[in-house]
Every structure is written in C-alpha cells, then in structure tokens.
Nanobody, 126 residues
Framework: QVQLVESGGGLLQAGGSLRLSCAHSGRTFRRYAMGWFRQAPGKEREFVAAISWSGSSTYYADSVKGRFTISRDNAKKTVYLQMNSLKPEDTGVYYC???????????????????WGQGTQVTVSS
C-alpha cells in the first residue's frame, strides 16, 4: 500500500513562489511515475505536471510551462513542485499522484494514476 502526503501549500500574493512536496511511503518509489494535479472550486481536476521514474522526462500543462518545475529525489522518496510567478488562477487544491509504468515515461491522465494524496491548498491573491 502506498500513501502520499503533500505539504507546502499556503496563501500568498500574485508573483510569489511556493514549493510543494509529496512524500511517498512505499518501498519502490523509484518505479513510480509521479504527477501533480489541481482542482479549483467548481472545476474538474486538471493535470499540472508529471515526471518519469528516473526524472529524465517531465511534462507540463501549457498554463504552467515556464513557471513551474517538477522534480524528484528517489533517495528521499519525495517529489516536488516548485511554483514561481504564481497567478490567482493557480489557486486550488494541489494533489500528488503515483502510477506504475512498465517503462520510464510520464503519465498525464487522471485515470492512469493509482494512488493519490489528500491534497494541499494553494491560494493566490491578486
């Protein structure tokens, strides 16, 4: 059983930065592709960023490209989301997700992930 625990959310003004962390409890973290999603009130959960097992491949939603960076530390079993130049439209609950893949590729679909964290709130004021 895998548990994911996010941390690092908060309230800040537009233009600021935050770093989210997601700790993975399983023993085989390095075999999981990881991703970040977010959900704003009244909206569906949307893809933000993804990273492959090794960290060699990453992929971003167009809305965050150039501002957000996903990374992972397999020794610490943790994935990070560095968020810079935050905008009010980045507000939402951010979820970490883990999914197993047979090869070292990213996963971008909600349905392709097996495990989810409880979420951490990010609120960006204008």
């Amino acid at each position: 059983q895998v548990q994911l625990v996010e941390s690092g959310g908060g309230l800040l003004q537009a233009g600021g930065s935050l770093r989210l962390s997601c700790a993975h409890s399983g023993r085989t973290f390095r075999r999981y592709a990881m991703g970040w999603f977010r959900q704003a009130p009244g909206k569906e959960r949307e893809f933000v960023a993804a990273i492959s097992w090794s960290g060699s491949s990453t992929y971003y939603a167009d809305s965050v490209k150039g501002r957000f960076t996903i990374s992972r530390d397999n020794a610490k079993k943790t994935v990070y989301l560095q968020m810079n130049s935050l905008k009010p439209e980045d507000t939402g609950v951010y979820y970490c997700a883990a999914g197993q893949r047979a090869s070292d590729y990213v996963i971008t679909g909600v349905g392709e992930y097996t495990y989810w964290g409880q979420g951490t709130q990010v609120t960006v004021s204008s």
